[in-house]
């Protein structure tokens, strides 16, 4: 049981680390939604992984809640980054730090 | 042993010797903004009636309590009670008893003469009717003060003759001198009531009441160190009050006020309080022998003290503030002498009463003729002019030196004659301060009544200027002042006060082997006559210096205490500011600035916040990890 549920976490784990490494080092706003998406995406995969793996449903609802979830936040995210982009004309997530004053 | 009977007949007037001036300084106070006009004209004399009034009162209860069996003497009259919380269960009680009679009969009778002399003294000051009313109150609180049954109502009387005294130092308020001489009067009282109060507490709680009656029952069943605290804390109020060292300060200070108020306040009856105290006391010292020694031991270096200002000070007021001080120092020493000495503590106190009045009334009548001048570089000769003054004031002289018939003879000769049997020193040391005592009061007689003329300070008087006798209403009282001041001795007829005293404060008992007393006598009258001899040389024979008197520069209590309590004040408010509010306050500068370094966390980039959150979850997964494994 254990050997075939591995690979898929191991897969989830590198998809993740990717992830949190490009929402941590990369400026633009759109790759670091991407990165986001990666990382949600990443831990949909081991729930899903597991849920194969232990026989039951929870995993799998678990996923799909993340989905939905994720497709609401691109919804509000993508607004506020057209919105930045509009007025400073770059998509840096370095430029909203000016709200901070 | 204080047992007294129920107020019965005329005693229960008892109250009404009080309420009587108590009231005219309350219609006078209310009053006088309501009628000005009426309070003017007659104010005063209702001070002076109600006075009189309080003291015919007290000479009715006098009469008729001499008439009582000894053991009927003592009277208590319960007026209400005054408060009740916890066990403190404090009566308005009043005492009647031979002690507080011929207190009684000394205010009221001295304090009617000198409220009749003040309405010919004060007669120009706008402020008449207020003065007259703190007399009134002063009056009032003093006959409070010795009739009280308990510490608490005698500290009641205490307070009010201090505050009394307060006002009336600095009744001349306008004059930045007085207003100080007030405060300072005040303050160092303050020092001495801080031990009368914790005399209270003490007694207390080591007796469960501060009745006279039962704490006199039950001393003897108190530790000897407690009674020794007690007798130490009444000493310390007793200082204050009576201007002893080392809380003399005031009195010198406190002549600023009207002259009628140093006669009635500052030498006949407030500055007394303290010898009262020590005698009314005297069932405390009677089981101390430390506190008893404490007393003998003020007692004579206040009188010695006393008598040295006496011989340095130009002003005839501060002369006589210094006489006081000695004369009170050798009441004292007879309180602290116990049984022996009470009665004639007493005693001295009532002859002093008479000729201290009348001097400080006649240095008023002086200062009334020589308009206000105090110095008495500026007397001289006012013998001729002030025949009345002159001749009065010679019996007060004669009885303060001890001259021998007249009343300070008999008082303080007892008090020497009972401090040879105490010790020989302090024997020799009270007959030194007689000595001291004729010469100052020598030098002042010579520089005011006699020698040359020395009114013409300035030039600013014509030659033919001379000081005029002051009105009758001032020498009357300054007649009967006089006139007591000569007889007061009789009190002592077959030692009658004594006998009277005696169920108050115990028989005197006479030591054997003790020198005659007649020769005491002798010795007494010999240092005297080198007193005057002496002041006679030095001042009587040389044209007196222009200037003022100097004589080894002596430190003031004040300059020594002063600024080392300035500096204490300093350091408390130091360690106030840094180390009490430091520790208060610290704890949030150090918060604001911590909270700053972690405000720099917050750098508004959205990777930092990243790193956190994900850092976090790192700890809490590897904390989960830990836990479960």
């Given amino acids: 049981m254990m050997d075939t549920v591995t690979p898929y976490v191991v897969l989830s784990s590198i998809l993740f680390t990717i992830g949190a490494v490009g929402v941590l080092v990369r400026r633009n706003a759109i790759v670091v939604f991407m990165c986001v998406e990666l990382m949600l995406n990443a831990a949909n995969l081991a729930l899903v992984a597991f849920s194969k793996a232990n026989g039951n449903l929870d995993g799998q609802v678990a996923a799909f809640f993340v989905m939905v979830v994720a497709a609401a936040e691109v919804v509000v995210g993508l607004a506020i980054i057209m919105t930045i982009f509009r007025t400073r004309e770059s998509a840096s997530v370095d430029e909203p730090r000016q709200l901070k004053w | 042993m204080v047992s007294p009977v129920e107020a019965t007949g005329v005693f229960h007037l008892l109250w009404v010797v009080v309420a009587l001036p108590l009231t005219g300084a309350t219609v006078l106070l209310i009053g006088r903004p309501l009628a000005p006009a009426a309070f003017d004209r007659f104010g ?28 009927q003497r003592q009277v208590v009259q319960h007026v209400y009670q005054w408060f009740q919380t916890g066990h403190l269960d404090v009566g308005m009680d009043l005492l009647y008893d031979p002690l507080s009679a011929l207190f009684l009969l000394l205010i009221t009778g001295v304090g009617s003469l000198i409220h009749l002399y003040s309405v010919g003294y004060m007669a120009h000051d706008p402020r008449r009717t207020r003065f007259f009313a703190y007399l009134n109150l002063f009056v009032a609180a003093m006959l409070m003060l010795v009739l009280a049954e308990n510490y608490l109502g005698l500290f009641l009387g205490w307070e009010g003759v201090g505050l009394a005294s307060y006002l009336l130092i600095g009744f001349w308020q306008a004059r930045p001198s007085a207003a100080a001489a007030a405060k300072k009067a005040f303050v160092m009282n303050r020092v001495g009531d801080m031990g009368i109060s914790m005399a209270i507490a003490l007694a207390f709680v080591t007796f469960g009441s501060t009745s006279f009656t039962v704490i006199s029952h039950a001393a003897g ?5 407690r009674m020794t605290a007690l007798g130490l804390l009444l000493l310390l109020g007793a200082c204050g009050k009576s201007a002893q060292v080392p809380l003399q300060a005031w009195l010198l200070d406190a002549m600023e006020g009207p002259t009628p108020v140093s006669a009635l306040i500052h030498a006949a009856t407030m500055v007394t309080a303290g010898v009262y105290l020590i005698v009314r006391s005297g069932f405390v010292f009677d089981l101390s022998d430390a506190a008893r020694t404490a007393v003998v031991v003020v007692a004579v270096v206040t009188l010695l003290w006393g008598a040295f200002i006496g011989c340095v000070k130009d002003d005839i007021k501060k002369v006589l503030a210094g006489s006081t001080m000695s004369q009170i120092g050798y009441m004292m020493l007879g309180a602290g002498l116990g049984p022996a000495g009470y009665a004639f503590a007493i005693f001295h106190l009532l002859t002093h009463g008479f000729f201290k009045a009348n001097m400080f009334l006649g240095a008023g009548s002086v200062m009334h003729g020589m308009d206000d001048d105090v110095n008495m570089k500026h007397y001289g000769a006012l013998a ?10 010679a019996m007060g002289y004669l009885a303060i030196i001890g001259f021998p018939g007249f009343s300070g003879f008999w008082s303080k000769d007892k008090i020497i004659e009972a401090a040879w049997d105490y010790h020989w020193y ?7 301060g007689a000595g001291i005592t004729a010469f100052y009061m020598t030098r002042l007689m010579l520089l005011t009544f006699f020698g040359q003329r020395r009114w013409d300070v300035d030039g600013s008087r014509p030659p033919d200027w001379h000081p005029h006798e002051s009105p009758r209403i001032m020498t009357g009282p300054l007649v009967v002042l006089a006139a007591l001041s000569i007889l007061g001795g009789l009190l002592l007829l077959g030692s009658w006060i004594s006998d009277w005293l005696a ?18 006598s002798v010795f007494a009258v010999i240092v005297v006559a080198v007193g005057v001899a002496t002041a006679w040389a030095y001042v009587g024979r040389r044209p007196v210096a222009p200037g003022l008197t100097r004589f080894l520069p002596v430190p003031h209590v004040e300059d020594v205490v002063v600024p080392p309590g300035l500096q204490l004040t300093r350091g408390l408010l130091t360690t106030d500011k840094f180390a009490v509010d430091g520790l208060l306050s610290g704890g ?26 994900l850092g976090g979850t790192v700890v809490v997964a590897l904390a989960l990890l830990v836990v479960n494994w």
Avoid at chain 2, 384 to 393: C, E, G, N, Q, S
Avoid at chain 2, 588 to 613: D, H, I, M, T, W
């Fill in chain 2, 221 to 225: 069943q108190a530790s000897d160190g």
């Fill in chain 2, 426 to 432: 302090v024997g020799v040391l009270a007959l030194i």
């Fill in chain 2, 588 to 613: 949030p500068v150090a918060l604001a600035a911590v909270a700053g370094e972690f405000r720099k966390a917050q750098n508004g980039y959205v990777r930092s916040y990243a790193l956190s959150v």
């Fill in chain 2, 384 to 393: 001729r002019f002030m025949p009345v003054t002159f001749l009065t004031f």
């Fill in chain 2, 503 to 520: 169920p108050v404060v115990g028989e005197p008992e006479h030591h054997e082997g003790a020198p005659p007393a007649w020769l005491m």
């Fill in chain 2, 44 to 71: 005063h004399w209702l001070a002076v009636g109600l006075s009189s009034l309080s003291f015919v009162l007290s000479l009715v209860l006098f009469v008729v309590d001499l008439g009582r069996d000894e053991g």
